[in-house]
């Protein structure tokens, strides 16, 4: 299973990006689709979450109303819409592939990870 994720940049506050996460390797509506984010210094943190089939999402207190995570079955994406960008939101963001929704907030429950995409908010 390998996983790409891309679309990280350099933006002023109050700006948006769109991370994309493309797997490949396994069926992927199968599985759910965690993004994760590590500040320096910080341990790493969970953000939000898709489920296979999109009908269920999950997003941490810090970004709800701000982000949203999305997915395509038929490209083998899935996406983290980020508006109104702070900041805070300074980090290297992750996806990573997760058998059970149970586990979503847990990243040692994730199988496999993408590389990460730095993503840099300016004040």
């Known amino acids: 299973v390998q996983l790409q994720a891309c679309g990280g940049g350099l933006v002023q506050a109050g700006g948006s990006l769109r991370l994309a996460c493309v797997v490949s390797g396994r069926t992927f509506s199968y599985y759910s689709i965690g993004w994760f984010r590590q500040a320096p210094g910080k341990e790493r943190e969970f953000v939000a979450a898709?489920?296979?089939?999109?009908?269920?999402?999950s997003y941490t207190d810090s970004v709800k109303g701000r982000f949203t995570t999305s997915r395509d079955n038929a490209k083998n994406t899935a996406y983290l819409q980020m508006n109104s960008l702070k900041p805070e939101d300074t980090a290297i963001y992750y996806c990573?592939?997760?058998?059970?929704?149970?586990?979503?907030?847990?990243?040692?429950?994730?199988?496999?990870w993408g590389q990460g995409t730095l993503v840099t908010v300016s004040s």
């Open positions: 990573a592939v997760g058998q059970y929704w149970s586990h979503i907030y847990d990243s040692t429950s994730y199988n496999y």
């Open positions: 898709i489920s296979g089939t999109a009908d269920s999402t």
